[in-house]
């Protein structure tokens, strides 16, 4: 295991020290002294371990391919944007927009997320243990949401495909989305999935999935499309 | 962008709020080098403190003037320091607030001011990216509200329905010291205040009648809180450890500030939290 210290060091220096270490082959690496810098280890193409001691700020480990990031702390806006795969795991609450447009791997808020958590998701998997903010799931494509805690306003809107489960309320559910009860196996493969976090979700979960309407415009459905716009 | 930062001292005793306000925007200077500036709520003086920009010949325009005035009017006194310096526009009145502002980032407003030597209970600080209006101290943040003492305003984002609001204000007789949009906001909760509502109730209606991407904090003398859009365009962080309360944009400003371990948590969408400044 080697250490990446912070301390008086640039963003550019520490994620070149960061890269440096993996491109030596080594595969178990600290970052201490974060300090809520950003965009500490973005695009980490290895499947390295990388533990950050403490808070980061904005977009830490975007666009990582296979990287595995632990966070002890809390992390800003945009958390884990554009993963590939891997994973991405923060210890605290996180920011809006985490895990924004992944493709791939899972990321993991054992917290509670801002605004648009997976919003345009392409693929892979969101889980949140806390309660989730305003419009999470916006737009995602593809992909898997779990929400241990409530979902605020307009959860999943406008969605083209993926699912969503939410174990807490739902303030509103967003445009074009439809809901019912996760099944018994959904719920053992939610449970088992969480459980692989060391997450224990409630014992039972609403699906929301895209009601398909919003994907060809209908001049019959103006009203839908109004209350979407 | 801009960068917004607010301090509570929760024991509600004197501390170092200037110096944690500083530090703060220091850690937010990259959003925001074109001006810097804070409003601490210090001991409470006899008479209202007073800020203002000299406006005479003989010193620069933009510079800052602190007196104390023995008087308790601040209409009244807003009057007749318009009327003997024409020039002159007041920063700030109040007990207990002062605000000190001034072009150029953190490090100009320390050296300019000595913020860090600055007491209190609570502050509010900003550093400003000019995306509309001038660069000059005029249209620097914080704002005082004017016509009331002790209340003011730091704002990062856009208030798209400025120009419809300002008409409507200027209607009633309400002069607009700035052309900077978040100039807007301390005068509505001045007239929120002024109809009876309280710091908490004034900011929950602000959210309803300001259109736009906003975060913003503000104070009074004994209140401090924070307002965000209905849309959570503009980022808003919130910090708490065993003595203080703070939020800012940024959690690299909290992270100077407030001692491990903190909470730290993203204001949710068209969130209001307000808390009240205990008496020390």
Known sequence: MKEVDCEGLTVRQINAAIRRLVDDGERDIVVRHPAARHNLAVATLTEARITIDGPVGYYCAGMSDG??????????????????????????NAGNSAAASIRGGAVVIRGDAGARAGVAMKGGLLVIGGVCGFMTGFMMQRGTIVVCGDAAEAVADSMYEGVVYVGGAITKAGADTV????????????????????????????????????WNYDRRERGLWAAAL | MCGIVGYLEKSGTSGAV??????????????????????VWGPASRGLKVCL??????????????????????????????????????????????????????????????VAGMGGTHGLGHTRLSTESRIDLSHSQPFWAHGIADLA??????????????????????RFYTDNDSEIIGVYLRCKLGEGASLEEAMEASVRDLDGSF???????????????????????????????????EEVALHAVLAPPYTAREADAGAVAVWKVVAG
């Open chain 2, 53 to 114: 920009t000299a406006g005479t010949a003989e010193r620069s325009p933009g510079t800052l003037t602190r007196l104390e005035a023995p008087d308790d009017d601040v209409a009244a006194l807003e009057w007749s320091i318009q009327a003997l310096r024409p020039g002159a526009e007041i920063v700030s009145v109040g007990r207990r607030l002062e605000i000190v502002k001034q072009v150029g980032g953190p490090a100009t407003l320390e050296a300019e001011f000595g």
């Open chain 1, 67 to 92: 990287a595995n990031v632990e966070i002890h702390g809390s992390a800003g806006w945009g958390v884990a944007e554009c993963l590939l795969a891997g994973t991405v795991i923060v210890d605290g």
């Open chain 1, 179 to 214: 809901v019912s009860e996760a099944t018994a196996d959904e719920r053992s493969e939610i449970a088992a999935t969480l459980s692989g976090y060391g997450i224990k979700g409630p014992d039972s979960f609403r699906k929301i999935v895209s009601g398909r309407r919003l």
């Open chain 2, 153 to 174: 305003v730091a704002h990062n984002g856009h208030i798209t329905n400025y120009h419809r609001l300002r008409r409507i204000y200027e209607q009633e007789g309400v």
């Open chain 2, 215 to 249: 975060s913003y904090v503000a104070a009074t003398a004994d209140a401090f809180g924070f307002a965000k859009d209905p849309f959570c365009l503009k980022p808003l962080i919130v910090g708490e450890d065993a003595d203080a309360i703070a939020v800012a944009n």
């Open chain 2, 18 to 39: 200037g110096e944690r306000l500083l530090a703060m925007l220091t850690a937010l200077a990259c959003r925001g080098p074109d001006s810097a500036g804070v409003a």
